[in-house]
């Protein structure tokens, strides 16, 4: 079963930056969204980030994050990025990464994504 992991997340000061990555634990399968999702324990994970991973490379985002926030991947097309800049303590969250080989469309809902990471801990003060 494809799963994808996450790495980057760590304690930092308000208006510090972090950058994190998400990686598939397999090779070769054509996701075709990845997005950045986020949950603060006792909430819904909310969509932060998308990107249409193999082939535009176009990019969505949240009002929460936008302006912020930046995803990208690399030129391999492997490897999911969230540069996370300016950061306030009401980012503090688990962080993960989702795909899918659907486009995009409805990308904030978690439900048509089925490959999940097992989430990475931001934390801002």
């Known amino acids: 079963q494809v799963q994808l992991v996450e790495s980057g997340g760590a304690s930092v000061e308000a208006g510090g930056s972090l950058t994190l990555s998400c990686e598939p634990t397999?090779?070769?399968?054509?996701?075709?969204?990845a997005a950045w999702f986020r949950q603060v324990p006792g909430t819904e994970r909310e969509g932060i980030a998308a990107?249409?991973?193999?082939?535009?490379?176009?990019?969505t985002y949240a009002d929460s994050v936008k302006g912020r926030f930046t995803v990208s991947r690399d030129n391999a097309k492997t490897t999911l990025y969230l540069q996370m800049n300016s950061l306030k303590p009401e980012d503090t969250a688990m962080y993960y990464c989702a795909a899918r080989r659907t486009n995009c469309l409805g990308w904030r809902s978690t439900a048509d994504f089925g490959y999940w990471g097992q989430g990475t801990q931001v934390t801002v003060s």
């Open positions: 397999r090779r070769g399968l054509r996701l075709f969204c």
């Open positions: 990107l249409y991973f193999t082939t535009t490379g176009t990019t």
